[in-house]
T-cell receptor, first 111, second 114 residues
Framework: GQNIDQPTEMTATEGAIVQINCTYQ??????LFWYQQHAGEAPTFLSY????GLEEKGRFSSFLSRSKGYSYLLLKELQMKDSASYLC????????????FGSGTQLTVLP | NAGVTQTPKFRILKIGQSMTLQCTQD?????MYWYRQDPGMGLKLIYY???????DKGEVPNGYNVSRSTTEDFPLRLELAAPSQTSVYFC?????????????FGPGTRLTVL
């Protein structure tokens, strides 16, 4: 199956920029997702990358390097409401019908 | 649209009891999924369905059963509940397969087995 790694926790200051990294197995790769999950709530979709490069969506950007099996989520102008868990997910090896999720990176934004 | 709805929101079971977690979506999505999420962990796929009448096992199917008689509904059955099944259960749906199609999640069911 797919093996996804991301840091467990990160802390940043309001107004700053933070980068959350994710590595995954490259065999049979078909795109990478980022989801945001606030405490006690369901995950919500942030981005999907299938080609190399940076995709920007307002304050959030997501980068993908398929050859390196590497992605990151970049959050700019951090706000307190960005405190949440950020989950990296990729289609499971051998099955495009399933997603494998990382354990999530818990981001805490401090005033 | 209500999106993906789940009932109940909370439940406490005794060891050995059984229950059904309900999931309904009104987006006419073909794909539906059941995940469990343990504290501080990511989502683990229990079962999924690619359409009415078709279901398949995910990563952690033991102790669970599903059915998909309609496009809208995808109930998850727990037989003989065990403390290891204490978790938050999320149902999700997507239009098609994982290629570029985001999954929409329900609000979750918080289950405790004592």
């Amino acid at each position: 199956g797919q093996n996804i790694d991301q840091p467990t926790e990160m802390t940043a200051t309001e107004g700053a920029i933070v980068q959350i990294n994710c590595t995954y197995q490259t065999s049979g790769f078909n795109g990478l997702f980022w989801y945001q999950q606030h405490a006690g709530e369901a995950p919500t979709f942030l981005s999907y990358n299938v080609l190399d490069g940076l995709e920007e969506k307002g304050r959030f950007s997501s980068f993908l390097s398929r050859s390196k099996g590497y992605s990151y989520l970049l959050l700019k102008e951090l706000q307190m409401k960005d405190s949440a868990s950020y989950l990296c997910a990729a289609p499971s090896s051998g099955s495009a019908r399933q997603l494998t999720f990382g354990s999530g990176t818990q981001l805490t934004v401090l005033p | 649209n209500a999106g993906v709805t789940q009932t109940p929101k909370f439940r406490i079971l005794k060891i050995g009891q059984s229950m059904t977690l309900q999931c309904t979506q009104d987006m006419n999505h073909n794909y539906m999924y059941w995940y469990r999420q343990d504290p501080g962990m990511g989502l683990k796929l229990i079962y999924y369905s690619v359409g009415a009448g078709i279901t398949d096992k995910g990563e952690v199917p033991n102790g669970y059963n599903v059915s998909r008689s309609t496009t809208e509904d995808f109930p998850l059955r727990l037989e003989l509940a065990a403390p290891s099944q204490t978790s938050v259960y999320f149902c999700a749906s997507s239009y098609r397969t994982s290629y570029g199609n985001e999954q929409f999640f329900g609000p979750g069911t918080r289950l405790t087995v004592l």
